[in-house]
T-cell receptor, first 115, second 111 residues
């Protein structure tokens, strides 16, 4: 079965550069979530989209932006990268929002290293 | 606000030992509770879930029971295997679109 696809799997950027992370949800899934997991940390919620509209927002820095496109894929844009942005970024998708007791499926993550 | 507290790791056990990873939560009302597993180099996989009090989630020999009276959702397995070595996250959702995770517990199973 198709899973959540994230690209790239690994990304190395220098400080102050820009990065774009992509997430392709499971087919028919209309909701996408982004999480950031620092080294040895629990995943922290960044932002979510339902039907191409932002549905919830967590601890996402102002330097980051995200959107969900008409084909339901999502992109996380990160500008003015800082060393502290080095983390594993997970995308998850679901059919419907979590409030409806649906299940979120996670991708394998993009490991971003800022040097 | 809502939160999840789980026992700190690492937890090291021998193969075939009994496993318990404690998880307690703080939430108003009735959250849904989850255990996720993260194998080395992999993403998060849902292991099991329970959506109401006294529900028992189970999968791959793991079990957890939603205990509202103790606000707990402890993960148990009767006989662990080396392949169970991973990081386990207790989590909850309630009323919005975010999953709140515990800090994770790293489990090492020795052959």
């Amino acid at each position: 079965a198709a899973g959540v696809i994230q690209s790239p799997r690994h990304l190395i950027k220098e400080k102050r550069e820009t990065a774009t992370l992509k997430c392709y949800p499971i087919p028919r899934h209309d909701t996408v979530y982004w999480y950031q997991q620092g080294p040895g940390q629990d995943p922290q919620f960044l932002i979510s989209f339902y039907e191409k509209m932002q549905s919830d927002k967590g601890s996402i820095p102002d330097r980051f932006s995200a959107q969900q496109f008409s084909d339901y894929h999502s992109e996380l844009n990160m500008s003015s990268l800082e060393l502290g942005d080095s983390a594993l970024y997970f995308c998850a998708s679901s059919l419907g929002e979590l409030v409806l007791n649906t299940e979120a499926f996670f991708g394998q993550g993009t490991r971003l290293t800022v040097v | 606000g809502n939160s999840v507290t789980q026992m700190e790791g690492p937890v090291t056990l021998s193969e075939e030992a009994f496993l318990t990873i404690n998880c307690t939560y703080t939430a108003t009302g009735y959250p849904s509770l989850f255990w996720y597993v993260q194998y080395p180099g992999e993403g998060l996989q849902l292991l099991l879930k329970a959506t109401k009090a006294d529900d028992k989630g189970s999968n791959k020999g793991f079990e957890a029971t939603y205990r509202k009276e103790t606000t707990s959702f402890h993960l148990e397995k009767g006989s662990v295997q080396v392949s169970d070595s991973a990081v386990y996250f207790c989590a909850l959702t309630q009323g919005d679109d975010k999953i709140i995770f515990g800090k994770g517990t790293r489990l090492h199973i020795l052959p």
